[in-house]
């Protein structure tokens, strides 16, 4: 199993940048693929990116697609999402989540996932 703590969440103005962290407990990071998730209210958990274990390959939402990027440091066993450009509808929870079965790619559905964080908040004024 592993642990997932994200950080970084807060109040942006639209059109700022935020940088968001997960940090994972173990030794076994590098085995996971990793994604971000994020739901606003009334609305289902959506999928926002992905990258797989050796963070070779990355998967993105179009609606973040040249404003969002996910890296990894399997090194420090975190996982970053770097947004740019932040918009309100980008207003969410934001969640970092890992996947022990995909060996080479990236999921986009949440029941994919085995492990999930607890959450951060990000709020994008207007």
């Known amino acids: 199993q592993v642990q997932l703590v994200e950080s970084g969440g807060g109040l942006v103005q639209a059109g700022g940048s935020l940088r968001l962290s997960c940090a994972a407990s173990?030794?076994?990071?590098?085995?996971?693929?990793m994604a971000w998730f994020r739901q606003a209210p009334g609305k289902e958990r959506e999928f926002v990116a992905g990258?797989?274990?050796?963070?070779?390959?990355?998967n993105y939402a179009d609606s973040v697609k040249g404003r969002f990027t996910i890296s990894r440091d399997n090194a420090k066993n975190t996982v970053y999402l770097q947004m740019n450009v932040l918009k309100p509808e980008d207003t969410a929870v934001y969640y970092c989540?890992?996947?022990?079965?995909?060996?080479?790619?990236?999921?986009?559905?949440?029941?994919?996932?085995?492990?999930w964080g607890q959450g951060t908040q990000v709020t994008v004024s207007s």
């Open positions: 989540a890992a996947d022990s079965t995909n060996q080479w790619g990236t999921s986009r559905f949440p029941a994919d996932y085995q492990y």
């Open positions: 173990g030794r076994t990071f590098s085995s996971y693929a």
């Open positions: 990258i797989s274990r050796n963070g070779g390959g990355t």
